[in-house]
């Protein structure tokens, strides 16, 4: 027998719903990209940044706002928007993966990055939402593609495309160096010193 919904069930399943509007909609998810990292903004910077059409930007942020992921700051005018943080971790046959700001960016990527749309399509959300947490980690120097690769039985050529495609979104989202982990930045000098 199925237990009645409290308040709390709802709110998850509508933060749920929300977010999957944004997994689905690569458009969403740059915009609400765009207003997390931005912090406060105007529909029309959104529309440059982005280059929108008015019609299709407003129509957006409408959709946004009324799903409870980007909030107005004030009423002012022009009126400035927010992304509301994200953190959802969500359990699939595939695994468990946690859905975040910088999941949304990469996704909202997908339209302008064949290497992430390509991932995307062979992986899955979940699968993205992995390569992203091995971008990370290899900005901070502590794994390589061919780890990845390894630990994810893929090759070595389609870690290093992925990770590269997302190196992007983990120096713009993460406090993480932007030459933290790239092995193409390591000095042949200090290798030949470790021999």
Not at 96 to 121: F, H, M, W
Request: hydrophobic share 40%; aromatic share 6%.
């Amino acid at each position: 027998m199925s237990q009645p919904a409290t308040p709390a069930d709802g709110d998850i399943v509508r933060d749920f719903l929300s977010v999957a509007d944004l997994l689905d909609e690569p458009q969403l998810a740059r915009l609400y990209a765009y207003f997390d990292r931005e912090g406060a903004a105007t529909v029309k910077e959104a529309m440059v940044a982005l280059n929108l059409s008015q019609g299709t930007a407003y129509s957006y942020v409408n959709r946004l706002v009324d799903t409870g992921v980007v909030e107005i700051t004030h009423d002012e005018q022009p009126r400035r928007y927010v992304a509301r943080e994200i953190d959802l971790t969500v359990t699939t046959a595939a695994g468990e993966y946690t859905i975040t700001p910088a999941l949304i960016d990469a996704v909202g990527r997908r339209e302008t990055d064949d290497d992430i749309d390509t991932y995307i399509d062979r992986h899955g959300v979940a699968g993205l939402a992995t390569a992203l947490t091995y971008a990370v980690s290899r900005e901070r120097g502590e794994t390589t593609h061919r780890l990845m690769a390894d630990d994810l039985d893929i090759s070595p050529l389609a870690a290093e495309l992925i990770l590269q495609a997302l190196r992007p979104v983990v120096t713009e989202q993460y406090a993480i160096d932007a030459s933290g982990g790239s092995l193409d930045e390591i000095d042949p000098a200090d290798t030949a010193s470790d021999a």
